[in-house]
């Protein structure tokens, strides 16, 4: 059973940055894609951004430009930076991995608020 660990959510100011960690139980050379969801309340759940195999990216319209999804193998670990934070980024945000089935975390909260 494929496990994955977030970290690194919490409380910034708007204009702020954090960082997201996500770390698989598996190598991520088992996951065809790699990716962030967020879901806001009274939201549905959206994707933020993803990361295939052979490092293709892609984001979200709203977080193009703020926000970079990365890997590191040797880790099996996979980030998310979050640059220029907003009130409306505030959301718990899920890590997932793709290898015929689909993988979740348990999910980590930013809240983005003055």
């Known amino acids: 059973q494929v496990q994955l660990v977030e970290s690194g959510g919490g409380l910034v100011q708007p204009g702020g940055s954090l960082r997201l960690s996500c770390t698989s139980s598996?190598?991520?050379?088992?996951?065809?894609?790699m990716g962030w969801y967020r879901q806001a309340p009274g939201k549905q759940r959206e994707l933020v951004a993803i990361i295939t195999r052979s490092d293709t990216v892609n984001y979200a319209d709203s977080v193009k430009g703020r926000f970079t999804i990365s890997k590191d193998n040797a880790k099996n670990t996979v980030y998310l930076q979050m640059n220029e934070l907003k009130p409306e980024d505030t959301a718990v945000y899920s890590c997932?991995?793709?290898?015929?089935?689909?993988?979740w975390g348990q999910g980590t909260q930013v809240t983005v608020s003055s």
């Open positions: 997932t991995a793709t290898a015929g089935s689909v993988y």
């Open positions: 598996a190598m991520l050379f088992s996951f065809n894609v």
